[in-house]
């Protein structure tokens, strides 16, 4: 199964639209993520967060019967749990196979995403090193 991590900074009306949708569609446990998004926003830097929802429409094998059979919350895993240790973040998800739900890590003095991406109206691709053309084609062959 391919694993992707996928970095986003949150709005409040991006917020509010998850917390809608979550609302809307009946999820098990909303309330539960609901608390575990509002931590990780309001978290000033980074913030590792694991939420898991079935997809029953394409995923037959990862059914809701086998997640409420297999994920565990933090808090069942771990009486007490500090989410500022990066080691303590590892373990956590070595020993239950990343099967595990709630805000699993977040950095110390982290600096928050909004300070260190330029505003919405200034091109991302403008501000990033770009690597030179035989550095970029050996990187693409790498993939191919």
Request: proline content about 3%; overall charge negative.
């Amino acid at each position: 199964m391919e694993k992707r991590t996928l970095a986003v900074q949150v709005t409040e009306e991006l917020f509010q639209r998850v917390k809608w949708a979550v609302t809307k569609e009946g999820i098990k446990q909303k309330d539960f993520i609901i608390r575990i998004i509002e931590k990780a926003v309001d978290h000033k830097g980074f913030s590792y967060v694991n939420i898991f929802t079935p997809c029953v429409t394409f995923n037959h094998f990862n059914t809701v019967q086998w997640y409420n059979e297999h994920l565990k919350k933090i808090s069942d895993v771990r009486e007490t749990y500090d989410p500022t240790s990066k080691a303590d973040a590892l373990h956590l998800l070595a020993e239950t196979d990343s099967l595990v739900t709630g805000v699993i890590y977040e950095e110390k003095d982290g600096v928050p995403f909004g300070d260190i991406v330029p505003s919405k109206d200034i091109r991302l691709i403008d501000h990033v090193e770009k690597p030179s053309k035989e550095l970029f084609e050996d990187l693409c062959k790498e993939f191919r």
